[in-house]
């Protein structure tokens, strides 16, 4: 009888140590995850001295995780705080190296199949704790879009990177990047330089993707090769097609009303199949609350598979990935790079879309749970649950209200009377309308040939 309360005191200790937040986190990678890592690094010097490196996988993994959720102006102090941590939640082990410099030196050791490994293993976490919200109007749909970032103004980053305005504009970087529809996660992305063409980094992530998903895209993406590409890899595409959009039409329904099935053939590929598509018109208003007609084009043929009103709900759902954009830039205060080389600046940009990743991951996993939709999720309450949950690690305090606040972290649900910008804005550039597409009737001669293309085909 005198030993029950000491195992009453112990269970209770054990569940409290549980709802902590390194555990909460240790579990998001588990022994198998390591041990598919292994100690895969590139050939390099050896960081410190001794026969080991003091930077292993396991030690460069979680601070380059954590370097997205500090909070810290300078990327070293969010270095600092971020080991700080990770040797906290790892005691009793052989602690890495203190210098920011060796750190950023051991970091872009980590070989290619490593770092996609952290990737791919993120999006399993969320595609098996997304439930219901999976699939979104029957899909399995992704937005894409394109951002730029800026980077320090040094010769290498210039040469490598360049600009996108002026002679003497600041190098830029762009990242297009993949975001899940359903959950609001970033599901993946690709870097490249200031001029690099969206379209071609979409075709390159396609393989990435999974199987039969629907692809939203903006006007920019709108092409022929890109239409090919996704239906060879077998997708579909929901993009908005603009005034420079030429389209065909090979029967006499009034589908610049109505819509339909039309065709994408452009004159410099008339030896080549048209793609064939289809025009829906969906009505919203602009800016200034006006009603304006907007023409979305989709690769999925039937109407039942996919209606006007889920093409205009899934269309209006891709501002989500500029709402990640904005939090990933301003509200992490991402929107500069600290790198002064190619290579750093590009390891720099990728864990900290990792880092932005892991921090969607837990707060969609504890929204979910508790039966809510994490499209409405708040990365700034997230954000700011995850600094105060690593605010008691480094101090040594118990930290067990994480999932509490990641379950609370969601957006305002009052209505908003007044506009956001203030009264002194500065002018800014307004961006033209993408306005409508051009459908034109083909010829009895252009529809035979086009006939014999879709045959041979």
């Given at each position: 009888m005198?030993?029950?309360p000491r195992l009453v005191v112990r269970a209770s200790r054990l569940s409290m140590y549980r709802r902590t937040a390194p555990t909460y986190l240790r579990k998001h990678f588990p022994p198998v995850f390591w041990a598919s890592v292994g100690n895969r690094t590139s050939p390099g010097e050896q960081d410190g001295k001794g026969p080991q490196r003091r930077w292993t996988p396991h030690w460069l993994i979680w601070v380059a995780l954590l370097l997205g959720s500090i909070q810290a102006r300078r990327f070293q102090d969010r270095f600092a705080q971020a080991r700080r941590v990770v040797v906290a939640m790892r005691p009793g082990r052989r602690r890495p190296g203190r210098s920011y410099q060796g750190f950023m030196k051991a970091l872009p050791r980590l070989r290619r199949p490593v770092r996609r490994r952290v990737v791919e293993h993120l999006q399993k976490q969320v595609s098996r704790s997304s439930g219901s919200f999976w699939t979104i109007e029957g899909w399995l749909a992704f937005a894409v879009d394109l951002t730029l970032l800026t980077l320090p103004r040094t010769r290498q980053n210039e040469a490598f990177f360049g600009h996108t305005g002026k002679a003497r504009s600041a190098p830029r970087m762009s990242v297009t990047a993949v975001l899940h529809l359903g959950t609001g996660m970033l599901w993946d992305w690709m870097q490249g330089g200031a001029t690099a063409d969206g379209r071609r980094h979409l075709r390159a992530l396609l393989r990435r993707l999974p199987p039969h998903s629907l692809i939203v895209a903006d006007a920019g993406f709108v092409g022929y090769d890109v239409v090919r590409e996704v239906r060879r890899?077998?997708?579909?595409?929901?993009?908005?097609?603009?005034?420079?959009?030429?389209?065909?039409t090979f029967e006499e329904t009034d589908v610049e009303r109505q819509g339909g099935r039309v065709y994408l053939w452009p004159k410099g590929r008339r030896d080549e199949p048209p793609a064939?598509?289809?025009l829906i018109w969906v009505c919203d208003q602009d800016e200034k609350g006006r009603p304006r007609r907007m023409a979305l084009l989709t690769t999925v043929l039937d109407p039942a598979d996919l209606s006007q009103?889920?093409?205009a709900r899934l269309y209006r759902r891709r501002w989500g990935v500029e709402v990640c954009f904005r939090g990933y830039k301003r509200t992490l205060g991402q929107w500069k790079v600290q790198g002064r080389t190619p290579r750093v600046a590009l390891t720099e940009v990728f864990w900290n879309l990792c880092g932005l990743m892991f921090v969607l991951l837990l707060m969609i996993e504890a929204q979910v749970a508790a039966h809510q939709d994490p499209w409405r999720g708040s990365l700034s309450a997230a954000w700011r649950a995850m600094e105060e949950a690593w605010q008691a690690v480094r101090c040594g305090r118990a930290c067990t209200g994480l999932i509490k606040r990641l379950r609370e972290a969601q957006v305002d649900r009052y209505v908003r009377c007044g506009s956001k910008a203030a009264r002194d804005t500065p002018r800014r550039k307004r961006e033209?309308?993408?306005?409508?597409?051009?459908?034109?009737?083909?010829t009895l001669k252009e529809i035979a040939h086009a006939e014999e293309l879709l045959a041979a085909a």
């Amino acid at each position: 009888m005198a030993t029950r309360p000491r195992l009453v005191v112990r269970a209770s200790r054990l569940s409290m140590y549980r709802r902590t937040a390194p555990t909460y986190l240790r579990k998001h990678f588990p022994p198998v995850f390591w041990a598919s890592v292994g100690n895969r690094t590139s050939p390099g010097e050896q960081d410190g001295k001794g026969p080991q490196r003091r930077w292993t996988p396991h030690w460069l993994i979680w601070v380059a995780l954590l370097l997205g959720s500090i909070q810290a102006r300078r990327f070293q102090d969010r270095f600092a705080q971020a080991r700080r941590v990770v040797v906290a939640m790892r005691p009793g082990r052989r602690r890495p190296g203190r210098s920011y410099q060796g750190f950023m030196k051991a970091l872009p050791r980590l070989r290619r199949p490593v770092r996609r490994r952290v990737v791919e293993h993120l999006q399993k976490q969320v595609s098996r704790s997304s439930g219901s919200f999976w699939t979104i109007e029957g899909w399995l749909a992704f937005a894409v879009d394109l951002t730029l970032l800026t980077l320090p103004r040094t010769r290498q980053n210039e040469a490598f990177f360049g600009h996108t305005g002026k002679a003497r504009s600041a190098p830029r970087m762009s990242v297009t990047a993949v975001l899940h529809l359903g959950t609001g996660m970033l599901w993946d992305w690709m870097q490249g330089g200031a001029t690099a063409d969206g379209r071609r980094h979409l075709r390159a992530l396609l393989r990435r993707l999974p199987p039969h998903s629907l692809i939203v895209a903006d006007a920019g993406f709108v092409g022929y090769d890109v239409v090919r590409e996704v239906r060879r890899a077998g997708h579909h595409l929901l993009v908005r097609a603009g005034s420079n959009v030429s389209l065909w039409t090979f029967e006499e329904t009034d589908v610049e009303r109505q819509g339909g099935r039309v065709y994408l053939w452009p004159k410099g590929r008339r030896d080549e199949p048209p793609a064939p598509m289809r025009l829906i018109w969906v009505c919203d208003q602009d800016e200034k609350g006006r009603p304006r007609r907007m023409a979305l084009l989709t690769t999925v043929l039937d109407p039942a598979d996919l209606s006007q009103r889920s093409a205009a709900r899934l269309y209006r759902r891709r501002w989500g990935v500029e709402v990640c954009f904005r939090g990933y830039k301003r509200t992490l205060g991402q929107w500069k790079v600290q790198g002064r080389t190619p290579r750093v600046a590009l390891t720099e940009v990728f864990w900290n879309l990792c880092g932005l990743m892991f921090v969607l991951l837990l707060m969609i996993e504890a929204q979910v749970a508790a039966h809510q939709d994490p499209w409405r999720g708040s990365l700034s309450a997230a954000w700011r649950a995850m600094e105060e949950a690593w605010q008691a690690v480094r101090c040594g305090r118990a930290c067990t209200g994480l999932i509490k606040r990641l379950r609370e972290a969601q957006v305002d649900r009052y209505v908003r009377c007044g506009s956001k910008a203030a009264r002194d804005t500065p002018r800014r550039k307004r961006e033209t309308p993408p306005g409508v597409p051009q459908v034109r009737k083909a010829t009895l001669k252009e529809i035979a040939h086009a006939e014999e293309l879709l045959a041979a085909a």
